[in-house]
């Protein structure tokens, strides 16, 4: 199992504009077609729940996350034509989200969770550093959908 040295996952939170949850999962697919090309990414995946719209994704460094948001610049763009992005989230060690706020320049929307690595039980890990749901978000995790566009099955 490799270390979680320098893993950065990013959590880009969407709602949809009145009407255009169907139109904002056609683009899903766009997204995963760029992305499944980019080594550095280990997981990416879609959750909708009602209009909300959340992407789940990880990559091996600043690099590798900074890579993949030139990539999708075209897909993100159609995106934002029936989506609101209302907030992103950034995880992982500190020294490669300094590398992050460097690599970007529009930071408003964007919270940055530096992560600490703890050992637990026989292996674990316990990747602590925020608790970035509200009380409001936990209760509405039970009722995502998920929608399956995971990379490891296209």
């Not at 969407?14 to 077609?33: C, D, T, W």
């Not at 992005?85 to 060690?93: C, N, Q, T």
């Not at 674990?124 to 959908?145: E, K, M, P, Q, T």
């Amino acid at each position: 199992m490799k270390p979680f040295s320098t893993f950065v996952s990013l959590h880009p939170y969407f709602k949809a504009h009145p009407g255009k949850v169907e139109a904002a999962k056609a683009i899903f697919s766009r997204f995963v077609e760029k992305t499944a090309k980019e080594k550095d990414n280990l997981f990416y995946s879609f959750s909708v729940n009602g209009d909300e719209i959340f992407c789940r994704e990880a990559y091996e460094s600043a690099e590798g996350l900074l890579a993949h948001l030139e990539n999708v610049s075209a897909p993100l763009a159609e995106m934002l034509k029936v989506a609101e992005l209302i907030r992103v989230e950034v995880h992982g060690p500190a020294e490669e989200l300094e590398k992050l706020k460097a690599g970007v320049s529009d930071q408003s929307e964007l919270s940055v969770f530096p992560s600490s690595i703890q050992s637990v039980g026989s292996g674990r890990r316990d990747f602590g550093g925020g608790n970035s749901l509200s009380r409001s978000a936990r209760s509405s995790l039970v009722n995502l959908i998920s929608v399956d566009w995971a990379l490891s099955r296209t």
